[in-house]
């Protein structure tokens, strides 16, 4: 074990992590304050979107809080990560290249994925990895919810830009003019919601 390793061993012992508190926002669950937490997909805070499907969201922040003012949330540092299910023929974003790496696993149904203009078929248990500076979205493609867990890194800087793709295009999941605002980017489309789906978890029971 090297020094530095050694080193961050004897600082946990003289201090642990401590269990990070949940509140309920109008959603579900979100942590409040830092520490290690565990969350069972039923209990999480869910968003809805028409245009984009509905995930289930592990921090406190963003859309996850609305409704709860009074609630600080914690998001976290490293890394992003949500559950998305996506219906048939909706994407789960648009077309964009971000400067920090993302990944996605299929963990049921099945979807497209357009990278850097290309399609796959992805389908359960197939992982798509994508580098730092990589055009992609995924849209859904199975009768019922494609289920995908989406991990992003979390650096300082970030970057990202909506290209136009001819490919994402004709499934509605592309900007017409590239851009770099998020905010151009999906004007027209709706806001995310806090919002339980009932019917979806009824089957997750």
């Not at 559950?83 to 696993?105: C, I, M, N, T, W």
């Not at 979807?111 to 859904?140: M, N, S, Y």
Request: proline residues 7%; hydrophobic residues 40%; glycine residues 8%.
């Amino acid at each position: 074990m090297g020094r530095r390793a050694v080193d961050r061993a004897r600082d946990r012992e003289l201090s642990p992590a401590l269990e990070a508190h949940l509140a309920r926002a109008e959603s579900g669950l979100v942590p409040v304050t830092d520490g290690w937490f565990v969350l069972n997909v039923r209990d999480a805070a869910w968003l809805s979107n028409d245009a984009f499907g509905r995930r289930a969201v592990f921090e406190g922040s963003g859309p996850a809080l609305r409704g709860r003012p009074d609630l600080e949330g914690h998001r976290f540092d490293q890394i992003g990560i949500n559950l998305a299910f996506l219906s048939p023929r909706k994407p789960s974003g648009l077309y964009h290249v971000d400067s920090r790496q993302e990944d996605f696993l299929v963990l049921s149904g099945e979807c497209v994925a357009i990278v850097e203009g290309e399609e796959r078929r992805l389908q359960a248990w197939d992982f798509l990895h994508c580098p730092p500076g990589t055009g992609h979205v995924l849209i859904g493609m199975s009768a019922e919810p494609c289920v995908i867990l989406m991990v992003g890194a979390r650096t300082r800087e970030r970057e990202v830009m909506y290209p136009r793709s001819e490919a994402a295009l004709a499934r509605g999941a592309s900007v017409e003019n590239e851009t770099s605002s998020a905010m151009e980017a999906y004007a027209p489309f709706p806001d995310w919601q806090p919002k339980r789906p009932l019917d979806l978890l009824a089957t997750l029971s």
